[in-house]
């Protein structure tokens, strides 16, 4: 349990559940006032200058899994099996908004709150009926929104997690309460998305900050994200703009732009589903790519007086030709491996309204000066690629950024 003198409790105590500025459309079916904690009422007592009562501080919860849910009755079984298995010892809730589903999900979880309840953990169900989702983002909102732990677990209702795994991120973001908290994974079935699984789980602590520019999205994936209360709402809600829009991808850019850190517990916590149905499939690689830019420029570019664009081919040319003019002005190269691109000598921008049209060399890998951005795509060569990188002694996040 969290102590009671911990500053975010002092914080915690003008906040309610079902605040008015935060409404869900329905009523969430779950105790406020009177929450549960461990198993006993919370006993009310006033707090000096409030105008309501508010929950002993004693017995806040600790720890809200927010699990937004869509059509998900299929997996919902073994997900609710995870939570029930957690060996945190701390209070906890589930959290469930249901974003209008049409295969009586909402149904399937409230069949287990009497199991939960025996376990400790407090059900706040609810949802909507419109005939249409109104999206992730909308629906981690409304999750957010009605619980009450001063630390949220971010949960897929797709996806299983491991044992250890609340007590363990709680415990890193005890230490890290300005960070997202994720965890290595285990994907399902085994052997898809064999490189990006092996992104997630292999980049070193320092590479969680270096490589969030990647075409891979934020470095500790959103169905394992663990944070403080205090810094969600410091970040601000997620994005509701529905279908097509990567709301973690942007959560995670705000989150790094006003100092948060990022942290990985090196454990498997979860079982990470991949399939045809999941929300990320209806994102564009073009939203992407804009957002990765944008931040890239923001973060990196804008701060050199000059980089290298390390490729010479489609990637390289067309993130070049995405840059703003004044970062465009910047680059002093390409550089490449392929004897053909270096051969011509030259890159010209054929776009640009500029006379004569911009030409911009290009160089072998070895011929070029850092800083750079690196447009080439790991763990695709057979470690020829890193193998050339490497023998430059370069270091990552000050020399060079990886972008595909």
């Not at 919902?76 to 009586?104: N, P, R, W």
């Not at 991120?169 to 079935?189: K, N």
């Not at 990022?262 to 079982?271: G, K, S």
């Not at 640009?352 to 911009?360: A, D, H, I, L, T």
Request: one cysteine or more.
């Amino acid at each position: 349990m969290v102590s009671c003198k911990e500053p975010q409790l002092q914080r915690f105590v003008q906040m309610s559940a079902c605040s008015p500025e935060c409404p869900t459309g329905q009523e969430a079916d779950y105790v406020t006032a009177e929450r549960l904690c461990k198993g006993s009422v919370a006993e009310r007592v006033p707090v000096p200058g409030s105008p309501v009562d508010v929950v002993d501080l004693c017995l806040v919860v600790s720890e809200s899994v927010v699990m937004p849910v869509y059509n998900a009755s299929c997996w919902l079984d073994e997900c609710l099996q995870g939570i029930l298995d957690q060996d945190f010892t701390g209070s906890m809730e589930l959290s469930v908004f249901d974003d209008a589903s049409t295969d009586g999900s909402k149904a399937i979880v409230a069949g287990w709150r009497e199991r939960l309840e025996r376990r400790g953990v407090s059900l706040v169900i609810s949802g909507h009926d419109s005939s249409q989702p109104r999206g992730v983002g909308y629906a981690k909102n409304q999750a957010v929104c009605q619980s009450s732990g001063l630390y949220l677990c971010f949960q897929d209702a797709d996806d299983q997690m491991m044992p250890q795994r609340i007590r363990l991120q709680y415990e890193a973001c005890l230490c890290q309460t300005t960070s997202l908290i994720g965890c290595q994974v285990r994907r399902d079935p085994d052997g898809s998305t064999e490189r990006y699984t092996r992104w997630i789980n292999d980049m070193s602590q320092d590479q969680l900050t270096t490589q969030m520019y990647t075409s891979h999205g934020p470095t500790v994936i959103m169905p394992t994200w663990f944070c403080s209360r205090d810094w969600f709402q410091q970040v601000g809600t997620f994005d509701e703009g529905g279908k097509g829009i990567p709301e973690d991808l942007l959560f995670f850019y705000r989150s790094i732009a006003q100092g948060g850190g990022v942290v990985r517990v090196d454990q498997c916590l979860l079982l990470y589903r991949y399939h045809l149905q999941a929300a990320t499939h209806t994102v564009l690689e073009e939203t992407i790519w804009n957002l990765r830019v944008a931040f890239l420029q923001e973060r990196v570019i804008n701060q050199w007086k000059s980089f290298t664009i390390w490729n010479a081919g489609k990637q390289g040319r067309k993130l070049y030709r995405c840059l703003t003019p004044t970062n465009q002005k910047k680059v002093t190269a390409f550089c490449d491996v392929d004897k053909n691109k270096i051969k011509k000598g030259f890159y010209t921008y054929e776009d640009s309204k500029e006379r004569p049209k911009p030409k911009v060399p290009v160089l072998h890998y070895t011929d070029a000066t850092p800083p750079y951005i690196i447009c080439v795509k790991l763990d695709m060569t057979g470690g020829v690629f890193e193998e050339n990188l490497k023998s430059l002694n370069l270091r990552e996040g000050v020399d060079y950024y990886h972008f595909n």
